[in-house]
Structure formats: structure tokens, C-alpha cells
């Protein structure tokens, strides 16, 4: 069992940064490819950035390559998003999820745990 915890989001303006954090308790958290999801009203989670169980591989949905990177600190057992330039349309609760021995490529649904979300919201 894993238990995922994130936090970072917050209120902020268009142009400007966060950075989430996602920290795991349980066991074998570096055997987890990790994920951050997000879900913004009336619409579908979708998967923001994903990294693999080696930390070899990484993935961004193309909206948010070269403003978003993923990273991930298997001695603290956390698994990071540092958003920068933000936008209105960024607005979401983020979710962080993690998949056992995975590339971090499957879909939500095979994603085996999750956290609880964080409200992200970018004002204009």
C-alpha cells in the first residue's frame, strides 16, 4: 500500500510559478512510476507529466513542454512538478498517482494509487 500526500498548489498569477510536491509513505517507492493528473471542472482528469520507475524516462502533455518538469527524490520518497509560466487554462486540482514498475505511460486507470489533489488555480 501506498499513501500519497501532495501539496504546493495555491492561488497564483499568469506568468507565474509553483511547485508541487508529492510525498509518499509505504514501501518501495522507487519501484512506482509517478504521475501528475489534473482535472479541471466539467472536464476529464488528464495526465500533465510522468515519470518512470528508473527516472530514466519522462513525459509532458504537449501543453506544457518547456514550462512544466517533473522530478523525483527517492531518498525523500517525493515526486516533484515545477510549474512555471502559468496559465489561466492550467487551472485544475493536480493529482499525483503512482503505478507499479511502469514507464508512467498507461492510462489513469492503471495508475494503482492516488493522492487526494491540490487545487492549482492561475488568474489571469
Known amino acids: 500500500q501506498v499513501q500519497l500526500v501532495e501539496s504546493g498548489g495555491g492561488l497564483v498569477q499568469a506568468g507565474g510559478s509553483l511547485r508541487l510536491s508529492c510525498v509518499a509513505s509505504?514501501?518501495?517507492?522507487?519501484?512506482?512510476?509517478m504521475g501528475w493528473f489534473r482535472q479541471a471542472p466539467g472536464k476529464e482528469r488528464e495526465r500533465v507529466a510522468a515519470i518512470s520507475w528508473t527516472g530514466g524516462n519522462t513525459y509532458y502533455r504537449d501543453s506544457v513542454k518547456g514550462r512544466f518538469t517533473i522530478s523525483r527524490d527517492n531518498a525523500k520518497n517525493t515526486v516533484y512538478l515545477q510549474m512555471n509560466s502559468l496559465k489561466p487554462e492550467d487551472t485544475a486540482v493536480y493529482y499525483c498517482a503512482a503505478d507499479y514498475l511502469s514507464n508512467g505511460m498507461g492510462a489513469a486507470h492503471e495508475y494503482d494509487f492516488w493522492g487526494q489533489g491540490t487545487q492549482v488555480t492561475v488568474s489571469s
Open positions: 509505504g514501501r518501495s517507492f522507487a519501484s512506482y512510476a
